[in-house]
């Protein structure tokens, strides 16, 4: 099989149903954004986590290309009843997953900064990245049908990497970063 096909060379791409569209399609942005989302926690993943960590981010990929196939095959589409779709019990998962590693946590008290150890800084990034995919994934469905699964899901997948975030920071024994207002008083060092 050859990498390269040529017919996108005028700027348009296939969706999974066969129909073409321009490349800054918002149904593209928006699976495009997903892939740069799994790309990014494919990063989060060669940090040294633990295995629990690793397990679900790995499982998190793998909804993120049902995701991306979701967001390519337009309902009703030729391809509508082959195509993978994010349904209720992808956010029941990550809504499970939230719950037991918050529990771990100490309550948030203040807002805090996407910074501490390396892994949590990146997988405070995926959270951005995954909120932008967000936004991206809600921008199209003003133009097109998009399953309201798939938006819930980001939504509690941005959350779920916040909570990692601040796990993998614990973890490692730093903690959270809290973020001091303008004008309020900062603890001393």
Known sequence: MRIYTRTGDSGETGLFSG???????????????????????????????????????????????VLGADLATPAGSRRDQRAPRIGPEHVQALETAIDH?????????????????????????ARAIARRAERRVVAASREAAVSPEAIRYLNRLSDLLFVLARAAAHRAGAGDVPWHPPGSRRPAP
């Open 19 to 65: 129909e073409r569209v321009r490349k800054d399609d918002p149904r593209v942005e928006a699976y495009g954004t997903v892939d740069e989302l799994n790309s990014f926690i494919g990063l989060v993943r060669a940090e040294a986590l633990d295995a629990d960590l690793d397990q679900l981010l790995a499982q998190i990929q793998n909804d993120l290309f």
């Open 101 to 125: 590693y918050d529990a771990q946590l100490p309550a948030l008290r203040s807002f805090i900064l996407p910074a501490g150890p390396r892994a949590a800084a990146l997988l405070h990034t």
